[in-house]
């Protein structure tokens, strides 16, 4: 058992420390280069965010017509780009820890949506798509903002700045969605796509928690410091105590 903690507490530590965030390579990069490191820094941001990449995912994939993806992601991009570029500018901060988790839950609400989750679970008609996803795309630009957030953003050239950072995203996203198109096109043409659809979003609806379950585990890291440092030994250590108190607690409840 302090085994199976010891490997989840380390895997949990490893990926939420790394979780597309914004390194110290990054910060170098950027300190050394000019506008278009932040257009690399937005795509490769972009390229790496698995809960972006997994929302975009479950958004397309039962969308068959081109014009169809087009408009969903169009209403996706531009409430990303609102929440982006207006809260930099405003300086408008949250616990990025808080904001990724509540982008894990829009991750599950599109698994749940694909599954037919509200007619079957709750006797409701789906909530407008379009309008989901347009809502959704302000959560995840708050998302990107508070990472680029931790950049020394500096007051000279701000705008530009952001607005590179948005177009390396956007064409991060490009790239990200027409692979994920040529997946699911080819996909279609398979007699096993709708036998395995089912399964597919049980699995996007599962990564959506394991990533709310990450996201909840670094805040506690950033919010209770003391008990949860970063430190893998001590984070070992303390996961290695709560279980021992565990065990002492069912001794003696047992005697």
Known sequence: MKLILFLLANLLLSLTASAHGISDADKEGILAGGNLEYIKLGASHMLTGYDHLLFLFGVIFFLAKFKDIVKFITAFTIGHCITLVFATLLHIQANFYLIDAIIALTVCYKAFDNLNGFKKFIGIQSPNLLVAVFLFGLIHGFGLSTRLQQL??????????????????ELGQIVALASMWVVLTQWRKSRYFLQFSKASNVVLMAAGLLLLVMQLHGYQHTRFIDDFPMNKDEHYHIHENMDTNRDLETTETAE
């Open 152 to 169: 020394p953003l500096g007051h000279e050239g701000l705008v530009l700045r952001i607005l590179s950072f948005n177009v390396g995203v």
